[in-house]
């Protein structure tokens, strides 16, 4: 009968269901502990008071306290009965506690609306394509401003645009420049969440076999060549350089200081002397096998820090806050970091903002989801995150506290005496480009072209810029 | 003399046979080794301490500080158990009722005469080469906007429940079902769905096995759609899972060894427990 | 008499003809409408007539996809020769010999993904196969296997290889378990030496084994994604050296939401798969006539 054999199927997998679904919640088991105390039995000695009373009468005026405005309720107009929907990007497990406290404050400070959040990682960009495909991406999301999300998204149309629904003292609390980050068409579409100051963490072990010194890192980014072919000759390890697939020519701009579109933004021009000496220096150090070719093109920026965690690599730059990782994942390696300023680039600005909150465009809540977006984002919440991981607040207001004013400790704490100044000066200095995702693709194209295929850089550029053009005129 | 001879010649025949066993044994073994040696490696890995190393010249396969340590973090930072419950769930209705329509399906093919069956049989054939994967464009828009299924386990059995392949087999499995069988049947004036459950099931029993067998294996295994409809980390199945779990620890090779060593052991035991029954279903998978 | 003649089997037929003609049967037409249009998912179709199908032609990406696709294809011959030859070693009466097999099927079982990352593990610049190669002296500095645009599809076909055998070698087995005994003792009697007779009785004798396996491996290697993904993420292989038909589709519809052009290229895929299956089962059917 077909029965049996399908019993035989379903009788083990049934039990192993069972099994699993019994292990997959482990409740806390609570013990009541009985403590003994053992309590000194006191005299009471009787004594006799004569006691006057006095009939006081009081008159007691009920007085019922108004609340107070909570002072973190910015916003007004708050919708009421929302449920908001809210995605982090590899925040969990490590700062589980830290959002869940925040979501239970927003809901107090916020009475009537409440939050539903999830985290997600690797695969976060794919998930919240196709939730926006499927209509149901959430209310408020955690974008990366550093990969160029925001700019991304808003492109689609599918953010929120914030300038005229912010109030202007809302705005005023962040530094000028974050609010301005990846303004698409001239508007702002994100509240500016933590921020990074990016390092050179450096592997004292195999630096040191170099014969440099730390203070001879390179201060700036054309200086990297040189010392991926010292690394390799002295060490034989590979250098760990990331390019940004995803965001190819923010990182153009800022490294190689080249301008790739024209003002009126209807002509590419990433094939100037800049864009070309940009990308040669990449195909140069490839050319001399100084560096690791899979994490030269991961869009993970994990593979990166995977590769210098497990001591294969000399520096990889990253911010502060993924020194944890390092830690977690290799004791013996921590004990021999350093930490260096990161090389600036030919642009000569120092970065751009890492991460960011912004409220999806079609939401039923709007006001609810800029308020939560908001919170997040305000001094004092700022201020708790940083207290618990070597990330910077975007509002200068935060700064004030003594927290940054007391003197580093750990290596983790070595950029926060310097973090105002470094953040305040942090600016957007990409354009806004017209069909990015495509555009992108065909840079990335013509860049491992030039990279691996031996074909000449200018002429790579060239016609990428040739095929852009002809896209976005289409 | 002759019998001495003949005592010699079997001995040598004996050692022959006997070498002959040896070799074979060696053969198969060496052939087992290249076809395990990937999951001992994982298997090793996902055993090794913090301070044991994992790439060294030459590779350490024993640990040295072997440690449960990485399978408690993936159980803990994972919901594994809710992979495989998602799994589970879906393979197993996936499998019931697509071999119940299936055979439906097969037995007018099959063994009925009605206008319209060749018509209809070769337009089935004919979609058997259309790849999957082209269908998955609008069935994810009829996730969404249809049937409102999107980002849950419904999304990955619905479009399962039927496939030509096995229609086709099943069809190939009745024909071999002698006529007198289902004429008998039909003179004691029994309905068609009797001669299908109580007659023509029994007898191509192996042939359900085969594609009870086959579909479980194709939906166990199925990445590309379940990674398109499912986003909510306790919503995935174990493949996406696993995918997932090859972000998520990045920098920690143990870890992800450790889950994916959880993620085939399951499969391992049923398998080893069903053995017979696979082998056999497979083999009668091909017949003509 | 009607009810008999045409109801009952339609209603045998209904449930699984329901699940088909609308996940199977409609998606096609759809497919086949939205190849004309401009269409993001998130957007509604609008429509651009040829415009799709000339972009293709001008792509040098999607000719890429078409050209890897082809050569994945080398996997079928390669896995029918080793698979007939691992059926031929385990098709003995030697005891134990049902833990051979049952271990040559784990890769199959254990799911692509599973065995992509061990396989990922492996391949690594600081995995297994480097450490390996490092110490018996073979190469002096590890080789960035992963990251190689020659080695992107090879390693792919070796994955694919690699999971295929276990299940191929069942089928090849059955296939020689039904070839008659006397076939094999008429040719020993004849003289044919060990060889000869897997050449003349074993093979023939496995055609429709052979004609099986090489219309369901040909297209699943034309239709290889999970492989790919699991090994080289998102990006496809440096170079796009592993971009595939399908993984081109799931890049333009999911990645760059050009769903419309997605499937203009799902229509290809379409086509060349029916011209081989068609011309796959023509050539085997002929040739087992004449057999």
Request: charged share 15%; hydrophobic share 50%.
């Amino acid at each position: 009968m077909k029965t049996s054999i399908a019993l035989k199927l379903l009788m083990p997998l049934v039990a192993i269901a069972m099994i699993l679904a019994a292990c997959a919640t482990p409740t806390p088991v609570v013990q009541t502990v009985v403590v003994e105390k053992t309590v000194p039995v006191q005299q009471t000695v009787q004594v006799e008071k004569k006691v006057i009373e006095t009939q006081i009468v009081e008159k007691v005026v009920q007085v019922t306290p108004t609340p107070g405005p909570n002072p973190e309720a910015v916003i007004q107009g708050v919708e009421q009965g929302c449920e908001l929907n809210m995605w982090t990007f590899w925040l969990s497990p490590t700062f589980d506690d830290y959002i869940k406290s925040t979501i239970a404050r927003f809901e107090e400070t916020y009475p009537g609306v409440t939050v539903k959040w999830e985290d997600h990682q690797a695969t976060f960009q794919d998930d919240l394509r196709n939730a926006f495909a499927a209509g149901n991406a959430p209310d408020v999301i955690n974008l990366s401003v550093s990969e160029g999300w925001v700019s991304d998204y808003a492109t689609k149309g599918l953010l929120l645009p914030l300038d005229d629904k912010v109030p202007q003292n809302v705005k005023d609390l962040y530094f000028p420049g974050l609010w301005k980050e990846q303004l698409v068409n001239g508007v702002n579409y994100q509240f500016p969440w933590y921020q990074g100051i990016n390092v050179e963490l450096v592997n004292k072990q195999l630096y040191d076999k170099t014969g440099l010194k730390i203070e001879d890192f390179p201060k700036t980014v054309d200086g990297l060549p040189g010392l991926c072919k010292t690394i390799k000759q002295k060490t034989g390890t590979l250098c760990d350089v990331r390019l940004t697939v995803n965001d190819l020519l923010a990182q153009m701009i800022y490294e190689g200081g080249a301008k790739v579109i024209s003002d009126d933004g209807k002509t590419f021009t990433f094939d100037s002397p800049e864009a070309v000496a940009w990308l040669q220096m990449y195909v140069d150090m490839v050319k001399d096998g100084t560096l690791d070719k899979t994490v030269l093109v991961t869009d993970q920026d994990r593979v990166g820090l995977d590769l210098f965690t497990s001591g294969k690599a000399a520096f990889y730059q990253t911010g502060p806050n993924l020194i944890r990782e390092v830690r977690a994942n290799n004791p013996g390696l921590y004990g021999y970091l350093a930490a260096v300023p990161a090389p600036v680039g030919k642009s000569g600005v120092l970065g751009k903002g890492l991460m960011s909150l912004s409220v999806k465009n079609d939401t039923k809540c709007p006001n609810a989801s800029i308020a939560l977006a908001q919170f997040f984002t305000n001094p004092k919440n700022m201020l708790d995150f940083s207290k618990l991981v070597a990330v910077y607040p975007s509002t200068p207001a935060s700064y004030d506290d003594p927290f940054f004013s007391a003197a580093p400790v750990a290596i983790e704490d070595s950029a926060k005496p310097i973090a105002k100044d470094i953040i305040s000066k942090y600016a957007d200095i990409v354009p806004t480009i017209p069909k990015k995702a495509d555009v992108n693709q065909i840079v990335l194209d013509a860049v491992q072209q030039a990279l691996f295929s031996n074909v000449p850089a200018q002429k790579a550029l060239t016609d990428a810029v040739a095929k852009a053009n002809a896209l976005i005129n289409q | 003399m002759n019998q001495i001879q003949n005592a010699n010649v079997h001995n040598t025949t004996a050692l022959r046979h006997t070498l002959e066993t040896i070799l074979w044994y060696v053969v198969l073994c060496l052939i087992a080794l290249v076809t395990v040696f990937p999951f001992v490696w994982v298997i090793s890995t996902s055993f090794k301490g913090p301070t044991d190393v994992i790439y060294s010249v030459p590779p350490q396969l024993i640990p040295q500080n072997p440690t449960f340590a990485n399978y408690i973090r993936v159980w803990n930072q994972l919901p594994m158990g809710n992979f495989f419950l998602n799994s589970i769930l879906v393979t197993v209705s996936t499998v019931v009722f697509n071999v119940l329509f299936t055979a439906l399906a097969a037995y007018p093919f099959a063994k009925m005469k009605f206008p319209g069956r060749d018509v209809i049989f070769y337009l089935l054939l004919a979609t058997f080469i259309v790849p999957p994967q082209l269908t998955y464009i609008p069935s994810f828009v009829l996730a969404v906007n249809v049937f409102h299924y999107y980002d849950t386990i419904f999304a990955l059995i619905f479009p399962s429940l039927a496939t030509v392949f096995n229609i086709f087999l099943l069809r190939q499995a009745f024909r071999t079902v002698p006529d007198d069988l289902i004429d008998a049947g039909r003179i004691d004036g029994a309905s068609e769905f009797r001669i299908w459950w109580s007659i023509l099931l029994p007898v191509v029993r192996p042939a359900l096995a085969t594609v009870a067998i086959i579909t479980f294996v194709a939906q166990w295994n199925d990445f590309f759609w379940p990674s398109l409809m499912l986003h909510t980390r306790t919503n995935m199945t174990l493949q996406v899972g696993l995918a997932n779990l090859q972000g998520m620890f990045t920098s920690d090779s143990r870890g992800v060894a450790a889950g994916v060593v959880m993620a085939i052991i399951p499969i391992l035991i049923i398998f080893v427990l069903l053995q017979k029954q696979f082998v056999r279903g497979l083999t009668g998978a091909v017949k003509g | 008499m009607f009810k008999k003649r045409f109801l009952t089997p339609y209603l045998f037929l209904t449930p699984a003809l329901i699940i088909i003609a609308i996940f199977i049967i409609y998606p096609i037409v759809a497919v086949i409408y939205y190849s004309f249009t401009d269409f993001s998912i998130v957007t509604p179709p609008e429509w651009v007539g040829l415009r799709n199908f000339q972009q293709l032609v001008n792509d040098p990406v999607f000719w890429q996809a078409l050209l890897h696709s082809f050569i994945y294809l080398l996997v079928t011959p390669v896995l029918i020769i080793l698979c007939i030859i691992l059926a031929i070693i385990v098709n003995r009466k030697l005891p134990g010999i049902h833990i051979f097999r049952a271990i040559y099927y784990i890769p199959v079982i254990s799911g692509s993904i599973a065995v992509g990352i061990c396989w990922r593990l492996m391949f690594d610049t600081n995995g297994l196969l480097n450490s390996i190669l490092l110490s018996l002296g073979i190469i002096v500095e590890p080789i960035q296997w992963l990251a190689e645009p020659a080695y992107t599809l090879p390693i792919a076909m070796l994955l694919t290889i690699w999971m295929g055998l276990g299940y191929y070698m069942m089928v090849f087995l059955a296939g020689l378990q039904n070839i008659p005994e006397e076939l094999y003792d008429a040719a020993l009697i004849d003289g044919c030496n060990n060889w000869q007779k897997h050449w003349h009785i074993s093979v023939p004798g496995l055609r429709p084994q052979i004609t099986f396996i090489v219309v369901i491996s040909s297209l699943a290697a034309i239709e290889v994604f999970n492989e790919i993904y699991i090994l080289y993420g998102p990006l496809g292989g440096v170079l796009n050296s592993g971009v595939t038909m399908v993984f081109y589709l799931w890049r333009q519809a999911f990645r760059l939401q050009h769903a419309g052009y997605a499937s203009a290229v799902a229509i290809v895929l379409l086509v060349i798969t029916l011209a081989f299956s068609i011309g796959n089962i023509r050539y085997l059917e002929r040739g087992s006539e004449a057999a």
